[in-house]
């Protein structure tokens, strides 16, 4: 669905993404993780056509950038991390404008708007100013706006920051029911648990590069799925192992207070870039 290939963007000196290939198949759900600063943005604003890439070669459904850029934008959704919805709308007019934007047909609009707002579970706030929603609300409009076109790829980008824990479960399901339906969903996130309990697969970038690839599943396992973890001086100490036999011989040797638990996404990330994923 996505190729991606000797993906380059240069910014006068400097090097945002530094010759990326990716292949992303449809259905499925990718994350872009990274620290501060890797590329992340600059991949999906060339992907979503808001900037040009340097060199390299990028296609989506068979359409090449950037010369396909009209029919690309009609197999496209993009849900930004900022909320701009129209707060003195109600939920069903946002929808009504961008689908007036977008040149559907009035009854055609009409029934796709029905359809997403019971699809996002917001029919019954459909008549509520945006000003009166919640984050997790406005969120799941801004979601149902971006599939008013019916795309098959959907770019999010931090979709769940700033919500509490439960309504971003609720988001999750969401993302998970659109996967299902064959949708082929992008997201960038800093939180490490929804990359765990959503992507397929992951991509984790740092300065530009891609740095690892795989399931998150994948990625752990490489990395020894058993963690012996103690306290030093200068904060946490981390060892890791294949088996829990292994790891607990391991902390029989210390003489610290150990813990042994299962390994996660967070610490292949820390492991691969040297950092927590929110510095
Ligand atoms: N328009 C621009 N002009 C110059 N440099 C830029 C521009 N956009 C991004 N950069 C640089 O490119 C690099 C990658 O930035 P990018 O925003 O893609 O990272 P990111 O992974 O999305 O980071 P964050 O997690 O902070 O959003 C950074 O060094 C950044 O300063």
Redesign the pocket.
Known sequence: MIQISNLV?K??E????DGISLHIKQGEIFG?L????????????MLTML?RPTAGMLSINGWQLPQDEQQVKQILGIVPQHFNLDADLTARENLELHGRLQHIPREKRRQRILELLEYVELAERANDKVQNLSGGMKRRLMIARALLHKPQVLFLDEPTVGLDPQVRRRLWDLIRRMANDKLTVML?T?YIEEAEFLCGRVAI?EK?KLIALNSPAELCQRLGVYVVEWSVDEGRQTKFFHSREEAAVFAGTLTMTTTIRRSNLEDVFVELTGRKVAD
Do not use: D, E
């Open positions: 963007k910014f006068g400097r090097t945002a993404v872009l990274g620290p501060n600063g890797a590329g992340k943005t600059t991949m999906i604003r900037t960038t800093h970038l530009g």
